[in-house]
Structure formats: structure tokens, C-alpha cells
């Protein structure tokens, strides 16, 4: 068998624009998933508490949905934890243009993670990353300097990460250069014409 990745339409990122609401000066943190346990919400959670307690001058922005919402809205509210914006699900004009907007993308997943489009997808809008040490995030992201990886499920070493990744400016910039370059390999020409090489090798 030949395995060929999924692709991502990387000029949709380029004409994406920030959301001016959050423009002010304020970091933002963003998440894009299914609230389930394998995506990891709930760790995310408990890591932005300790950024609050150090008072890092961030939010967090979560997209989606699933049957884990009402159990992180409850932590939110019995913490009174501020400083976290639920979005609920968006369309896809609105999540290229979150994309955009975020400082620091987050995918705290536990596992089972085939591939990792979204993190393909934060590349593309050239998005600095902190991704779980996985199998299916390990394939996409080493070798790219656009992310870094963190032991899933250790919400002190998620906190220490993303405050780091927050605090320096020009690492940010680097590693979303890297991203976006590394997402040029993933353009749908390219992927399709690798579906297409397959096909004419197998009909020869």
C-alpha cells in the first residue's frame, strides 16, 4: 500500500483576516475539537488555570461542541475561572479567521490521533503550535520547528509550555514560518497529484 496525507487549500489561510474583537493586546490561546476525552479538553483546562494563577496576560478560545461541554462549563464556573470564550461551532470563514487571530494553537489530545488535520490546517495560517507527544502529531509536525510537543494529560508541563511559547515574540514568528512552509508540501496539486500517480502506476 502507499499512504497519501490529506491536503489543505493553503491560499484560504492567506486571505483569512484576525478577528478585531480579540485585538487587544491580549494573547490568544486557541482550541479546535470535539469535547470529548480523547481530544483532551478538560487537561487544556486545568493547564490554563495555572496560567491564570501566574497571571499570564491570555485567553483561551474554544471551538466546538460534544457531550464533554457541560462538564467544562461546570469547571469554568465552580473556579470562576475567567477569561475563557466558548464558540461553539463556526463556519469555516469564521475558524480560517480564529486561525488568524490565535497567537498560540493548542491540540491536547490523549491519542488515537490518525493524522491531525487541524494542526495541518493552523500550520497553513502559520500558527505556532503546542501538540500532545502522539504518534499521529509525531508524523506531522517533526522535522518542521512548527510545534512543540508535550507528554499528553500533564497539565503543569501544558501551562510551562504555552507561557513560554506566549512570552517570546520572534519564537512564535519562527516556528508559524516554519508551519506555513511545511504546509506547502500538503497543497491539494500536490496530494492530488500524487492520488493521480498512484492511479496511472496501477493502470500501466
Excluded at 488535520?117 to 518542521?144: K, N
Excluded at 501544558?158 to 514568528?173: E, F, K, L, T, Y
Aim: glycine content about 10%.
Amino acid at each position: 500500500y502507499k499512504v497519501i496525507p490529506n491536503g489543505v487549500d493553503v491560499a484560504r489561510f492567506e486571505r483569512a483576516v484576525p478577528i478585531a474583537r480579540w485585538q487587544d493586546g491580549t494573547r490568544n490561546i486557541l482550541f479546535v475539537g470535539r469535547f470529548e476525552s480523547r481530544k483532551g479538553l478538560l487537561d487544556l483546562l486545568k493547564a490554563y488555570r495555572i496560567l491564570r494563577k501566574t497571571g499570564c496576560p491570555c485567553r483561551l478560545l474554544v471551538v466546538g461542541g460534544g457531550p464533554q461541554e457541560r462538564e467544562a462549563r461546570r469547571y469554568i464556573m465552580t473556579r470562576r475561572m475567567g477569561g475563557v470564550e466558548f464558540l461553539g461551532r463556526v463556519s469555516d470563514e469564521t475558524r480560517d479567521a480564529l486561525f488568524k487571530t490565535a497567537d498560540v494553537y493548542v491540540s491536547p489530545a490523549t491519542g488515537r490521533e490518525s493524522f491531525g488535520i487541524v494542526l495541518l490546517e493552523a500550520m497553513a495560517a502559520g500558527r505556532p503550535m503546542v501538540v500532545s507527544d502522539i504518534t499521529g502529531f509525531r508524523e506531522l509536525v517533526d522535522g518542521t520547528d512548527a510545534a512543540v510537543r508535550v507528554p499528553p494529560g500533564d497539565p503543569v508541563a501544558w501551562a510551562d509550555a504555552v507561557v513560554a511559547m506566549i512570552g517570546d515574540p520572534s519564537r512564535r514568528a519562527a516556528m508559524g514560518t516554519a508551519g506555513r512552509r511545511a504546509a506547502l508540501a500538503y497543497t491539494w496539486p500536490i496530494v492530488a497529484r500524487r492520488v493521480m500517480d498512484v492511479c496511472e502506476r496501477v493502470a500501466r
